[in-house]
């Protein structure tokens, strides 16, 4: 069994930096993609930034030129650099995984939270 374990979230002021860090622990043949979701209260999960096995990024238009996404493939980890953070960043950051085990699977982070004060 995969899970994921997220670091890196916390209080920051608006302008500041923050890097969050997904690591994957468990058995698999390998990674297909990882990427980053968000929830902010009483909204959706939507996709932040995701990242292939061969290195192709995404990212969502709010956060363009602000947040980067990043793997270390030694340590299966992905991180996600976020810079001149706004109030409206602020949510629970999940990680999640696309890998070949039997099959293609998926797992899910339990959260990381981010809040951003004006």
């Known amino acids: 069994q995969v899970q994921l374990m997220e670091f890196g979230g916390g209080l920051v002021q608006a302008g500041g930096s923050l890097r969050l860090s997904c690591a994957a622990h468990?058995?698999?043949?390998?990674?297909?993609?990882m990427g980053w979701y968000r929830q902010a209260p009483g909204k959706q999960r939507d996709l932040v930034a995701g990242?292939?096995?061969?290195?192709?990024?995404t990212y969502a238009d709010s956060v363009k030129g602000r947040f980067t996404i990043s793997t270390n493939n030694a340590k299966n980890t992905v991180y996600l650099q976020m810079n001149s953070l706004k109030p409206e960043d602020t949510a629970v950051y999940y990680c999640?995984?696309?890998?070949?085990?039997?099959?293609?699977?998926?797992?899910w982070g339990r959260g990381t939270l981010v809040t951003v004060s004006s």
């Open positions: 999640k995984m696309n890998y070949l085990l039997y099959r293609d699977l998926e797992v």
């Open positions: 468990g058995s698999f043949v390998s990674i297909n993609n």
């Open positions: 990242i292939t096995s061969s290195g192709d990024t």
